[in-house]
């Protein structure tokens, strides 16, 4: 049974960092694309970065640019999500997805194009 489990998340003051992990199995991790996500209160689900299956392709959302990092360890089957420099308007769940055949280069990714999902972690962002 394919399984996505988010951690990492957690409170921490603006200018602070995180590192969420998104912990796959019951697949073949390293032949899918991983994508992170956010959803804060009230508003859509917006991709945040990708990561192709080799991890030599990736793209971020303009907001968070110079300030995230993703990874992957395929032999852990692990993906990573490096935030540094937090804003309260980072706060949101964080989503791990991970699909096959998903083009991870060049353009944020979508939702709508990811069939498998972790349940998501907090993550708040205030002093």
């Known amino acids: 049974q394919l399984q996505l489990v988010e951690s990492g998340g957690g409170l921490v003051q603006p200018g602070g960092s995180l590192r969420l992990s998104c912990a796959a199995s019951?697949?073949?991790?390293?032949?899918?694309?991983i994508g992170w996500f956010r959803q804060a209160p009230g508003k859509e689900r917006e991709g945040v970065s990708c990561?192709?299956?080799?991890?030599?392709?990736?793209d971020y959302a303009d907001s968070v640019k110079g300030r995230f990092t993703i990874s992957r360890d395929n032999a852990k089957s692990t993906v990573y999500l490096q935030m540094n420099n937090l804003k309260p308007e980072d706060a949101a769940v964080y989503y791990c997805?991970?699909?096959?055949?998903?083009?991870?280069?060049?353009?944020?990714?979508?939702?709508?194009?990811?069939?498998?999902w972790g349940q998501g972690t907090q993550v708040t962002v205030s002093s």
């Open positions: 997805a991970a699909d096959q055949g998903i083009d991870c280069s060049g353009r944020v990714p979508r939702p709508a194009e990811y069939e498998y």
């Open positions: 019951g697949f073949a991790f390293y032949y899918y694309t």
């Open positions: 990561i192709s299956i080799s991890g030599d392709s990736t």
